[in-house]
């Protein structure tokens, strides 16, 4: 990333000196971002004195420095506050995801969750100790205090590990340590949520859940069952309320179990998506049916039981049909999702092709895309292995942003077309809707693909070295590429 610095746009280096702090005066927005000009101050004057630099991997050393004779240490503090600003949007864009994945009639907002980790106002210099353990605010002297209270800006900083070749983006950190902060995790569960991964929900599915899905999804959790659960039981100590990822063995036996089902899926990949996908829907299950916990481990077996106390749930057709409704959603997204990176990234070729100036690089746009996606390299690390003169010419050829821009706006126009006809075919619409209609749909179905993949997959663009691409997005990118090379 050395030289990107200077390439960031101004919403990027803004980051760097912009905090985001709880708003009450907005209740209805619940937070706000505030300009701290002690760190851009220092920002722009580190830029200035070192402009070939990775600012954020200088100032991620510059804060863990610790030798007396080194970084003074007000220096640290100043450097440790450009990066408690940079984390401080995505912890809260983590609480608006957690939020949206527990749409419904639920007693809780993310403003609600911001109060568990927005918790830092950045009106005092902090330093971490030489042990990276403790955390030490400077006072008005600039002598280190031990800090009475962690900050969880700080907490995310002190357990990074920028120095590791494995380590992920910055970004995707301060969005891992969200999700898993331990008063957001307490808080959510005294809604009744138990904070069991996918795995462990598909394994302990209950028989009134699965009323609740379709065929197919009843099918994959049966495959996964006959697959996973197997394995679980003939392992003669099983650790309780643990489910690790499923191997890939498992997998690929999962896939031929629905195979025989007729249920073709062509890689583990999809395969894990599909089921996450149902997890998804089980874990809403969990929180709004019961505040809670619905089981109990069962020390015998090993596995959780249904609490006896529990009344029976009931649902009436309008719940039922709106599970449906949201299972077609999730379905046809993923298949619409697809066919929009297949369409854009063959129409991108064609644009190279009628170009006077790149049309000799349009036979490389797919190996570039192999390149960025797959091998993980980045624009200027791709431009000499395709024969490119520059990062510039890289850019403009590749333009990984501009390709999930069009790949959004091809989704949502596909899947409002197609959604429209479902609801035309249920009645309950009219072709062509309203434009009243039409208009609140669109916005609903743009709110939910950013949710579900585009906004991951334009910060994991952004985050530049170490970037993860573990999005949905990324994945079936990769998945159509990987096609594209087993056909030729």
């Given at each position: 990333m050395r030289g990107e610095a200077v390439t960031m746009n101004a919403a990027s280096i803004s980051r760097y000196w912009t905090i985001w702090r709880i708003n009450l005066a907005n209740p209805q927005v619940g937070y706000k971002p505030f300009d701290l000009s002690l760190a851009r101050d220092f920002f722009q004057?580190?830029?200035?004195?070192?402009?070939?630099?990775?600012?954020?991997?200088?100032?991620?050393?510059?804060?863990?420095?610790?030798?007396?004779?080194?970084?003074?240490?007000?220096h640290r503090g100043l450097a440790g506050l450009c990066l408690r600003c940079y984390v401080s949007y995505p912890i809260v864009k983590a609480c608006q995801k957690i939020d949206s994945l527990f749409s419904g009639e639920k007693s809780f907002t993310y403003q609600d969750l911001l109060s568990c980790v927005l918790d830092?106002?950045?009106?005092?210099?902090?330093?971490?100790?030489?042990?990276?353990?403790?955390?030490?605010?400077?006072?008005?002297?600039?002598?280190?205090?031990?800090?009475?209270y962690k900050l969880f800006t700080v907490e995310i900083l002190?357990?990074?590990?920028?120095?590791?070749?494995?380590?992920?983006?910055?970004?995707?950190?301060?969005?891992?340590?969200?999700?898993?902060?331990?008063?957001?995790?307490?808080?959510?569960?005294?809604?009744?949520?138990?904070?069991h991964s996918d795995w462990s929900l598909l394994n302990r599915v209950?028989?009134?859940?699965?009323?609740?899905?379709?065929?197919?999804?009843?099918?994959?959790?049966?495959?996964?069952?006959?697959?996973?659960?197997?394995?679980?039981?003939?392992k003669k100590q099983i650790e309780m309320g643990k489910c690790p990822d499923p191997t890939n063995a498992q997998l690929q036996e999962i896939m031929s179990c629905l195979q025989q089902e007729d249920i073709i899926i062509n890689t583990t990949d999809e395969l894990k998506t599909e089921l996450k996908q149902v997890a998804s829907q089980l874990r809403q299950y969990d929180i709004w049916s019961c505040r809670e916990p619905l089981e109990i481990p069962d020390?015998?077996?090993?596995?959780?039981?249904?609490?006896?106390?529990?009344?029976?749930?009931?649902?009436?057709?309008?719940?039922?049909?709106?599970?449906?409704?949201?299972?077609?959603?999730?379905?046809?997204?993923?298949?619409?999702?697809?066919e929009a990176i297949a369409q854009e990234i063959i129409n991108t070729i064609t644009k190279l092709q009628n170009s006077k100036s790149y049309a000799p690089f349009a036979q490389k746009y797919l190996p570039g895309l192999q390149l960025y996606y797959c091998d993980y390299k980045s624009l200027k690390e791709i431009a000499p292995l395709l024969g490119m003169t520059s990062?510039?010419?890289?850019?403009?050829?590749?333009?990984?942003?501009?390709?999930?821009?069009?790949?959004?706006?091809?989704?949502?126009?596909?899947?409002?077309?197609?959604?429209?006809q479902k609801a035309h075919a249920k009645g309950l619409t009219k072709i062509p809707p309203e434009p009243e209609y039409l208009k609140t749909l669109a916005e609903e179905i743009e709110t939910f693909v950013d949710v579900e993949v585009f906004i991951e997959a334009g910060e994991e663009i952004r985050a530049g070295k170490n970037r993860s691409l573990n999005s949905l997005y990324a994945q079936k990118l990769r998945c159509y590429l990987e096609t594209l090379l087993i056909a030729s």
């Amino acid at each position: 990333m050395r030289g990107e610095a200077v390439t960031m746009n101004a919403a990027s280096i803004s980051r760097y000196w912009t905090i985001w702090r709880i708003n009450l005066a907005n209740p209805q927005v619940g937070y706000k971002p505030f300009d701290l000009s002690l760190a851009r101050d220092f920002f722009q004057q580190l830029v200035n004195h070192r402009p070939n630099d990775d600012i954020q991997c200088t100032l991620l050393g510059d804060f863990y420095a610790n030798h007396p004779a080194g970084v003074d240490v007000v220096h640290r503090g100043l450097a440790g506050l450009c990066l408690r600003c940079y984390v401080s949007y995505p912890i809260v864009k983590a609480c608006q995801k957690i939020d949206s994945l527990f749409s419904g009639e639920k007693s809780f907002t993310y403003q609600d969750l911001l109060s568990c980790v927005l918790d830092d106002d950045g009106n005092k210099l902090v330093i971490l100790d030489s042990d990276r353990k403790i955390q030490l605010v400077l006072d008005q002297r600039g002598i280190p205090q031990t800090a009475t209270y962690k900050l969880f800006t700080v907490e995310i900083l002190r357990k990074f590990k920028h120095d590791s070749q494995l380590s992920m983006s910055l970004d995707n950190w301060a969005y891992l340590q969200t999700k898993q902060n331990p008063e957001l995790r307490k808080f959510l569960s005294e809604f009744g949520f138990q904070s069991h991964s996918d795995w462990s929900l598909l394994n302990r599915v209950r028989a009134k859940q699965l009323e609740r899905l379709t065929e197919r999804s009843r099918q994959l959790i049966a495959a996964f069952h006959a697959v996973y659960r197997r394995d679980r039981r003939e392992k003669k100590q099983i650790e309780m309320g643990k489910c690790p990822d499923p191997t890939n063995a498992q997998l690929q036996e999962i896939m031929s179990c629905l195979q025989q089902e007729d249920i073709i899926i062509n890689t583990t990949d999809e395969l894990k998506t599909e089921l996450k996908q149902v997890a998804s829907q089980l874990r809403q299950y969990d929180i709004w049916s019961c505040r809670e916990p619905l089981e109990i481990p069962d020390y015998d077996t090993g596995f959780y039981t249904l609490r006896k106390d529990l009344p029976t749930v009931s649902y009436d057709e309008s719940n039922l049909e709106q599970q449906e409704f949201l299972e077609f959603l999730h379905q046809q997204f993923q298949a619409i999702l697809s066919e929009a990176i297949a369409q854009e990234i063959i129409n991108t070729i064609t644009k190279l092709q009628n170009s006077k100036s790149y049309a000799p690089f349009a036979q490389k746009y797919l190996p570039g895309l192999q390149l960025y996606y797959c091998d993980y390299k980045s624009l200027k690390e791709i431009a000499p292995l395709l024969g490119m003169t520059s990062w510039d010419q890289t850019r403009r050829i590749l333009n990984p942003g501009e390709l999930l821009n069009k790949v959004r706006t091809l989704t949502v126009q596909k899947l409002l077309d197609t959604i429209l006809q479902k609801a035309h075919a249920k009645g309950l619409t009219k072709i062509p809707p309203e434009p009243e209609y039409l208009k609140t749909l669109a916005e609903e179905i743009e709110t939910f693909v950013d949710v579900e993949v585009f906004i991951e997959a334009g910060e994991e663009i952004r985050a530049g070295k170490n970037r993860s691409l573990n999005s949905l997005y990324a994945q079936k990118l990769r998945c159509y590429l990987e096609t594209l090379l087993i056909a030729s």
